[in-house]
């Protein structure tokens, strides 16, 4: 498969860079000049284990290529994968969909062919709505599918969490966006991963919905643990007597530091 990845921040070049381990055609897309150039020198722009030796080996091996120009390679796409930032504004905390948007009317300008426009980036409930609305108002006449497919990757472990996920979710009705989908993680298949179809309100809501009830895990157990050493009990074994409850699980109830990242 043919796929452009718009975004060269973790979660694009992250994703990129696995999608071409899996032996798909990938050409990463960014604005930023420097960054493509030292893409371009094998100069990894953020730090996560394997992951240069893993761009270094798709490079070599004519999978993986990176580029500031668009419009090539959504024209040669049979998935362009919109991976841009989606910062919080500041003064309201809104997830800023500006760069989304404006990829998905860069992305219309350049479609040929059957294309499935993915968002990955982490975006509120009912922004594929808009990103299809966009594709259609500026190109009328493309034939595309927009589907929703959320990453789940962690900081520090994000190859493994992509080459061996938990599950894999996929917000598209369409038939031909459900085809070119599994066949983009039919390689995953080798590991029993999970695809899960769905719509695609449905699956941008699973991000979300993962995202706070980790936090949850992890603010529950912080203040367990200022309640434990107020009342003189040890928080760890707390940890373990609640999580051996199959019903909670032992994972994310380790007091420490409270909940952060990109996401």
């Known amino acids: 498969m043919r796929i452009a ?22 050409i990463c897309v960014d604005k930023d000049e420097k960054k493509i150039a030292s893409l371009h020198r094998g100069e990894i722009p953020i730090y996560e284990p394997g992951l240069d030796e893993l761009v270094a080996s798709n490079v070599k091996a ?9 419009s090539k390679p959504v024209a040669d796409a049979d998935a362009v994968f919109i991976a841009v930032g989606t910062p919080s504004r500041r003064g309201d905390g809104h997830a800023d969909l500006s760069y989304v948007y ?10 040929t062919g059957f ?14 709505d808009e990103v299809e ?3 259609r108002e500026t190109n009328p006449k493309a034939d595309v599918v927009v589907a929703s497919n959320p990453e789940f990757l962690r900081e ?5 969490d992509f080459k061996f996920p938990d599950r894999v979710v996929v ?20 590991n029993q991963a999970p695809l899960m179809f769905t ?29 434990s050493e107020k009342v003189g009990a040890n928080v760890q074994e707390v940890a373990r007597g609640i999580g051996l409850d199959n019903r909670i699980g032992t994972k994310f109830l380790h007091a420490g530091p409270g909940f952060g990242g990109s996401c």
Not at 5 to 21: E, H, K, P, Q
Not at 62 to 70: A, E, V
């Open 62 to 70: 004519k999978r993986l290529d990176f580029t500031t120009d668009l």
């Open 115 to 128: 294309t499935v426009v993915v968002t990955k980036s982490t975006v509120p409930v009912g922004t594929g």
């Open 171 to 190: 917000g598209t009705s369409d038939e031909r966006g459900r085809k070119v989908m599994g066949d983009i993680y039919r390689p995953l298949s080798l």
């Open 102 to 111: 404006a990829a998905a009317k860069e992305i219309a300008q350049s479609l």
């Open 199 to 227: 719509e695609r309100r449905t699956a941008e809501m699973i991000k979300y919905a993962a995202n706070a009830f980790l936090a949850t895990k992890i603010t529950f157990i912080n203040e367990i643990a200022d309640l």
């Open 133 to 135: 609305r966009i594709i």
């Open 156 to 160: 520090g472990a994000a190859i493994r």
């Open 5 to 26: 990845m718009i975004g060269t921040g973790y979660v694009g070049l992250v994703s990129g860079a696995c999608f071409a381990d899996f032996g798909h055609d990938v």
